[in-house]
């Protein structure tokens, strides 16, 4: 038997005795981070590059002097220099200017619509879980049917109905992004179903939503949350594909793909307008990857014998 | 025993055939949500409403929906999905050779992939917290983290346009497909590393493998014939769906390395309203993936007697 799973058990029981709190297993932050920093030093370098992405993000208008969209013909396509550290575009607007206002654009992309996937996926996979029989198998074969479909291709559907914008893709990413955590969340309850302390819960006739809310979620929150982690990467590479193809978010606002975007028409006599927005993005979802995976071994119990 | 195999095998064709069948249903009721009636589009703002409706009942667009549906679905069933608005040939003459093209921009991703990630992460699993083993998952990591947009143009810069060792874009021999799949397939390389290292470090703690070893077996007969053997099964199934990524991600790699594959069909599809098409690349598409899926499912069963139990 998993030694991860006595140790569950073990804990809420326990818990279910003082009819307290069954989440005995989820850390304090602070002693999250206290293991972090231990065993996982570059998971916390990426966490401090992550909040000085996000800082650069809220004060671009106070770090740079220059405006994002402000045109300036007789510096066009400035090689970088001290004057602009990565240079400047075709209509000579600095880059290190747009990749801090477009940084706003791709970590609010990148962030928000995946912590909407994450809490929708979350409820309907505890439910599709909890529920079981005709709802699972409702659930699931939907859920099926959007995994089914391939990512870029599904968007780019949605996108073209939609039309393009923030707001749209937005939503595209929810409909895309929730069926692969309402999986694990599914998969994760009914292993928690199956646990003595659900089983004690719904003997002495503690309620359908009561158990799940105070039992269930409590012990998928850090897998949850790993999840979270590690589907912000993945939401930023979508958005700056879609927005590389044109069909993401809209001139005049800037995002990385976008730049991206506008910047291979000139690749081989100007690189820094596609690569410096590259590395941007290389950089920030690199951090989550080695954040996400750091938060993994320490949270979630079932890799932690490794 | 045989039964409920037969059973198990039949319920997943079953749910194959509903995912294929929802995803069409999906995209034809997307598609026909766009504002303003498509042949009104085509037709610019010229054409009078009289030939606009001609024109729409011919192609049956005046029909309810459901129906529309319907048609769609029997056409399809016969290989008959309409014909292309902006191309003037039927969709199933454009996609059938562009698929040959993904499939073999696929196939070549998916040897990249397999072979530098079932090596990378073998490696690394063997020198497990070692610099090698950090070595090849950064490398691994790098190619999870990395947009396909800049692998692609970063691979054309230095290999086609510095060093002139291979073409820039384009399928003109086999040689064209190398960068290509080298930037679609280094992304599936890392997860696949990824995976082989935990589960052979998983599969390396188990008493079977403690039998081997006392048995007498050496380090590398105990790896190969015990630890990957049973490592892989969780692998299989991660390579057959990632066909559908290879799938997806295609239409970024297909569209820099201008390679008329199903990807670049649709960004075109989308480009120029093409209904008709889109519908086609997306129903191929999908179609592909749910038979990956069917395919490592049905593969996962057949090597893990454990699995067919509880089906």
Redesign the interface.
Known sequence: MNPSENMNVVSVAEGELGLSSPAATFEEPASVLRRLAKDHKISIVSAIIIVLFVLGAIFAPVLTPYEYDSINLSDRLAAPSLAHLFGTDEGGRDILTRMLYGSRVSLVIGIVPTLLSVVVGTFIGMVAGYHGGKVDTVIMRVADIVMSFPTMLLAMVVMYTLGGGTANVFLTMVLVGWAAIARVVRAETLKLKESEYVEAARIIGVRQARVILRHILPNCLPTVIVLFTLEIPSSILTESSLSFLGMGVQPPSASWGLMVSAGREFLYHAPWLCFAPCLAIMAIVLAFNYLGDGLRDVLDPHLQSQ | MRGSVAQGVLRRLL?AL???V??AA??FV??R??PGNPVATLLGEHADNETVERISSSLGLDQPLPVQFANYLLGALRGDFGESYTLGKPVSELIGPAFVNTLWLALAAALVAWVVGIACGLFAAIRKGTIVDRLFMGFS??G???????VS??L??VFA?YLHWLPVAGISDWTGYILPAIALGWGSAGSIARLVR?SI??VL?QDYIDTARAKGRTNSQVLVLHALRNAMLPVITLMAMQF??L???A??TE?VFSINGI?RL??QA?AGRDIPL?QG??LL??FV??MG?LAADLLYNVCDPRVRKGA
């Open positions: 749910y509903i995912a294929i929802g995803v999906l995209v997307l598609l949500m766009v990591l790098l999870v983290s990395l947009p396909v947009f800049m143009m970063l054309q810069y346009r935990s470090i998983e703690q559908s990524g799938l997806s991600g239409v970024i569209t990807g649709s960004v989308i889109l690349t997306t598409c999908t993936i749910v899926n």
